[in-house]
T-cell receptor, first 117, second 117 residues
């Protein structure tokens, strides 16, 4: 079974530019999550898709961030325009939906490291 | 709000010695608790979780963790450390009683474990 795949693994852009991160979840996983780790701090929740719908986007920092999951398969996270404080590692994770959703184990990708200069 | 504290940024231990990585949590209800590990250039990998029942949870690679409700702790332990255990360890909590954004996983800031040969 293929895992969660993220692309690119590393992106270096200048302030004001646009970057799009992509996540391919495990096939059949309805739940897709984006998380971010900034400057060695805690990993923070950004948003949660169930299929193509945004279930919870309370962690999105501002309107410069746009996430999509068209067709309920892969997802993209666009940052436009990027700021210095957006630098960090962006993790994508997916999980199946079951009754004990609170105890669901998330499968994470390797992350996309974003550096904004 | 739910939170996780990992008080040690770095833990060093000699190979063959027991290791402990500390984690304390705060939730308004009862918790689901998780440990994940990140090896270099890899995604977070699930180690173990506490749902209910026995306070001592056994996981992958010989790791275990003990849920202590009175101390709100979920320390990760291993009786005999290996050099290959060197990695970044994250504790996470989810409040099983809450809905919406409070149902998302909240992570600690991570503890870098280095096992010295």
């Amino acid at each position: 079974e293929a895992g969660v795949t993220q692309f690119p693994s590393h992106s270096v852009i200048e302030k004001g530019q646009t970057v799009t991160l992509r996540c391919d979840p495990i096939s059949g996983h309805d739940n897709l999550y984006w998380y971010r780790r900034v400057m060695g701090k805690e990993i923070k929740f950004l948003l949660h898709f169930v299929k193509e719908s945004k279930q919870d986007e309370s962690g999105m920092p501002n309107n410069r961030f746009l996430a999509e999951r068209t067709g309920g398969t892969y997802s993209t996270l666009k940052v436009q325009p990027a700021e210095l404080e957006d630098s960090g590692v962006y993790f994508c994770a997916s999980s199946q939906t079951d009754r004990s959703s609170g105890a669901n184990v998330l499968t994470f990708g390797a992350g996309s490291r974003l550096t904004v200069l | 709000a739910q939170s996780v504290a990992q008080p040690e940024d770095q833990v060093n231990v000699a190979e063959g010695n027991p290791l402990t990585v500390k984690c304390t949590y705060s939730v308004s209800g009862n918790p689901y608790l998780f440990w994940y590990v990140q090896y270099p250039n890899r995604g977070l990998q699930f180690l173990l979780k506490y749902i209910t029942g026995d306070n001592l949870v056994k996981g992958s690679y010989g790791f275990e963790a003990e849920f202590n409700k009175s101390q709100t702790s979920f320390h990760l332990k291993k009786p005999s450390a290996l050099v290959s255990d060197s990695a970044l360890y994250f504790c996470a909590v989810r409040d099983r009683a809450r809905e919406g954004s409070a149902r998302q996983l909240t992570f600690g800031s991570g503890t870098q474990l280095t096992v010295l040969p």
